[in-house]
T-cell receptor
Framework: ETGVTQTPRHLVMGMTNKKSLKCEQH?????MYWYKQSAKKPLELMFV???????ENNSVPSRFSPECPNSSHLFLHLHTLQPEDSALYLC??????????????FGPGTRLTVT | AQKVTQAQTEISVVEKEDVTLDCVYE???????LFWYKQPPSGELVFLIR????DEQNEISGRYSWNFQKSTSSFNFTITASQVVDSAVYFC??????????WGAGTKLIIKP
C-alpha cells in the first residue's frame, strides 16, 4: 500500500449505530488530519494529530471521537449520528504540522450516509 | 480575516482550450503558503503545488502554470491545451502562520471532448 488509505470507502449507518472509520498513512508522516466535506461547503477541518497528540479539535460534536494510536493510524469513531452528518470524510497526513511548510496528502475518503 | 475566494463555481470548455481558474485570498500574515489541489470524481484530493509568500515566481509544470501576484492577492491556475482527464474540482487553499488550511469553495472544471 502506498500513500494514504481509508476504509471503508462507503458506509451507510442508522442514527443509533456505532461505527469507525480507519485511516492509514504509509508516508512516514508525523501529522494526521480528519476533514469533513459536505456538498456546497468548503472542507471543514475536524481534528489534527501531531505525533499521536491531538492539537486541534474544531468544535466538533462529541458524537465524533478520534483516536490516534500511533503516527501511522487514525480512527474516527462514530455514534448516534444525525442525517446532517452525511458527507465525505477525508483523512490526510503531512510530514509535520508546522505552518503550511508541508503539503497534506489525502486519502480517497469514506462516503458516509446516515439514515 | 483569513479567506479564500474562488468565484468561478463551474467552468466548461472544449478539449484543447486553455482555461484559467481564479483564486483570491485574504490574510494579514506576512508569511503564508498557498496551495492548489485537484479532486477528481474518485474523491481523493491530489496535491498540485505549494507556494510561499516570499516567492512570486510563476511556476510551470507541463500543461499547468500558476501565476502568483501579491499585489492583487491572487494565485491563479492555468491549464493549457486542456484534456478530458483534467475534469475535476480544483481547490485553492491558504495556510497562514499555523497548520490550518483555509479552503476555497472549489471550481468544478468540465472538459468536453
Amino acid at each position: 500500500e502506498t500513500g494514504v488509505t481509508q476504509t471503508p470507502r462507503h458506509l451507510v449507518m442508522g442514527m443509533t449505530n456505532k461505527k469507525s472509520l480507519k485511516c492509514e498513512q504509509h508516508l512516514g508522516h508525523n501529522a494526521m488530519y480528519w476533514y469533513k466535506q459536505s456538498a456546497k461547503k468548503p472542507l471543514e477541518l475536524m481534528f489534527v494529530y501531531s505525533l499521536e497528540e491531538r492539537v486541534e479539535n474544531n468544535s466538533v460534536p462529541s458524537r465524533f471521537s478520534p483516536e490516534c494510536p500511533n503516527s501511522s493510524h487514525l480512527f474516527l469513531h462514530l455514534h448516534t449520528l444525525q442525517p446532517e452528518d452525511s458527507a465525505l470524510y477525508l483523512c490526510a497526513s503531512s510530514q509535520d504540522v508546522r505552518g503550511g511548510t508541508y503539503e497534506q496528502y489525502f486519502g480517497p475518503g469514506t462516503r458516509l450516509t446516515v439514515t | 480575516a483569513q479567506k479564500v475566494t474562488q468565484a468561478q463555481t463551474e467552468i466548461s470548455v472544449v478539449e484543447k482550450e486553455d482555461v484559467t481558474l481564479d483564486c483570491v485570498y485574504e490574510t494579514r500574515d506576512t508569511t503564508y503558503y498557498l496551495f492548489w489541489y485537484k479532486q477528481p470524481p474518485s474523491g481523493e484530493l491530489v496535491f498540485l503545488i505549494r507556494r510561499n509568500s516570499f516567492d512570486e515566481q510563476n511556476e510551470i509544470s507541463g500543461r499547468y502554470s500558476w501565476n502568483f501576484q501579491k499585489s492583487t492577492s491572487s494565485f491563479n491556475f492555468t491549464i493549457t491545451a486542456s484534456q478530458v482527464v483534467d475534469s475535476a474540482v480544483y481547490f485553492c487553499a491558504l495556510s497562514p502562520s499555523n497548520y490550518q488550511l483555509i479552503w476555497g469553495a472549489g471550481t468544478k472544471l468540465i472538459i468536453k471532448p
